[in-house]
């Protein structure tokens, strides 16, 4: 049977499935089907602290390991903010009486009381009755350097102040959702689900007859599981010889066997035998599977384990046409299988957080789901490296959404102190936007590096170092206009009036 026949067979069965009905539920979270496994406990305080765009730096380099593990032909240009393995965090406490005091860390952690240094031999110390300056400085191995510290028995967020260098410090950042019920701050808190195959088709060589399989000599089958997530296929194999396992997003994808078109790893061959294999996959960004078998083998318990983000369903619409209520659905679920600690640019083709995008999808996830922190790590990646240079920049436009991000931030959520956390990088990134402006105050596609504006990339003949388009006049108006507000807001009246003249 030739490919274009395979595939014909194959949207007739789909199209005459059931799976495409108007109560379709396309969030694994709201599919009645489906089996959640783990569901992570959550809490709504942080517990751990770290030095504001530290976790998302941490996280960013996570995810750029877990892209080459799987991904294939992914480049991923730009210089980003630099993960550091020390932090200090500082707070003065006031006690009535003698008191204990604990904590946790992700790394080797030096007290520092009143300016002295200790020496202790247990994660714990009693201080005096009175004021004391605690000072913790935590050092990491290639790990977010976090602490958890606790006064009394309770948990103290509040009040920590931190730093890189021991000289210039912001108030620490904490999450309720990363860091806390026992996790360390990188441990991903993930929620695990069970998805079965909403169809499995007999596409040659082979019989079908619920969620069991026989594929004779050089036949195989094709299994749908609807939702398209990141995460392990298992399943029970008998029989003969070696059977290949194909993912994909649609079915012309994953019927197609050339390994120099893939977008992710090819997966080896599993040799089989009579008495069966339980075999797990290697993780997968997929919706549809192929296993094609050069013998004969019995196929079972077919289930695709994903991880999902644990999100909370914040917004609902519903008006009287289907197709526009599946559409607002199909978006939803595809911003939730896209959250992964930043809203990702996708699961499948690369796994990472692109600085324009991921603040695009803030301006969606800040209502639907509410994950501060999600955003926050969003944002964070928007901004250049500490202190940027022209050799830093990529694409002009792109580091211009991250102010116009942290100001809907603000507008959402309220929280000037997550803000002025991060006031550093945004007066470096604005003051970096004047050295690049001409004497008309405009940017234009000839600055540092740089590889155009995003419209050139919708061309064929890809981006041009020319141009100097008016959008982009535009978003660094509202730059120095936000600038402006926010300087006004911490009290810098002098750089206030600066960038309100700048903008106008």
Not at 321 to 339: G, M, P, Q, R, Y
Request: some cysteine; glycine content about 8%; hydrophobic content about 35%.
């Amino acid at each position: 049977m030739s490919l274009k026949t395979s595939l014909l067979s194959v949207f007739i069965t789909l199209l005459t499935s059931n799976i495409y009905a108007s109560n379709l539920q396309y969030d694994p979270l709201l599919d009645p089907s489906v089996t959640i496994i783990q569901n992570t406990e959550r809490n709504d305080k942080g517990e751990f602290l770290w030095y504001p765009g530290q976790l998302s730096a941490h996280l960013q380099r996570k995810r750029i390991e877990e892209s080459a593990a799987r991904s294939l032909n992914v480049g991923y240009p730009g210089n980003f903010y630099s993960p550091e393995c020390k932090t200090f965090f500082r707070k003065e406490i006031i006690l009535k009486k003698e008191t204990a005091v604990e904590w946790i860390s992700t790394g080797e952690v030096n007290l520092v009381l009143n300016g002295n240094i200790q020496n202790y031999t247990s994660n714990s110390i009693t201080l005096p009755k009175g004021r004391t300056e605690l000072l913790f400085e935590v050092t990491t191995e290639k790990n977010l350097p976090s602490i958890k510290v606790s006064i009394d028995g309770e948990i103290s967020v509040k009040g920590w102040m931190a730093s890189l260098n021991g000289s210039y410090w912001t108030f620490a950042e904490s999450s309720p959702v990363f860091g806390t019920s026992g996790r360390a701050p990188l441990d991903d808190p993930e929620i695990d689900v069970v998805i079965n195959p909403v169809s499995i088709i007999a596409v040659r060589n082979s019989n079908v007859e619920g969620n069991k399989a026989v594929i004779r000599k050089n036949g195989y089958i094709l299994a749908d599981f609807f939702h398209l997530e990141v995460g392990k296929v298992s399943f029970t194999a008998k029989g003969s010889g070696n059977l290949i396992a194909y993912v994909g997003e649609s079915p012309e994808e994953t019927l197609n066997e050339n390994t120099a078109v893939f977008e992710q790893q090819p997966i080896e061959p599993y040799r089989l035998s009579q008495s069966g294999t339980e075999i797990v996959m290697p993780e997968m960004a997929l919706r549809y599977l192929k296993l094609f078998s050069d013998g004969e083998c019995e196929i079972s318990d077919l289930k695709f384990t994903a991880k999902m983000w644990p999100v909370d369903f914040l917004m609902a619409f519903e008006c009287d046409n289907n197709e526009i209520n599946n559409l607002w659905k199909a978006s939803v679920a595809t911003l939730h299988t896209s959250t992964h600690g930043f809203y990702l640019d996708g699961i499948k083709r690369d796994y990472l957080p692109w600085s324009m995008d991921a603040v695009l999808s803030t301006f969606g996830g800040d209502y639907v789901f509410g994950d501060k922190q999600v955003s926050l790590n969003s944002l964070s990646v928007a901004l250049l490296p500490y202190n940027p240079q022209k050799s830093d920049m990529g694409i002009p436009d792109y580091p211009l959404h991250a102010l116009i991000g942290f100001n809907q931030f603000y507008k959402r959520y309220g929280d000037f102190n997550s803000i002025l956390s991060y006031r550093d990088r945004m007066e470096q990134l604005l003051k970096f936007y004047e050295t690049l402006q001409d004497e008309r105050g405009f940017i234009s596609a000839n600055v540092g590096v740089s590889w155009g504006f995003v419209p050139g990339w919708a061309t064929r003949q890809g981006p041009d170092r020319k141009g100097t388009p008016a959008y982009a006049q535009i978003m660094l108006y509202y730059n120095y206009k936000i600038g402006a507000d926010f300087s006004e807001k911490w009290g810098d009246r002098s750089s206030a009036s600066h960038y309100r003249k700048k903008a106008e």
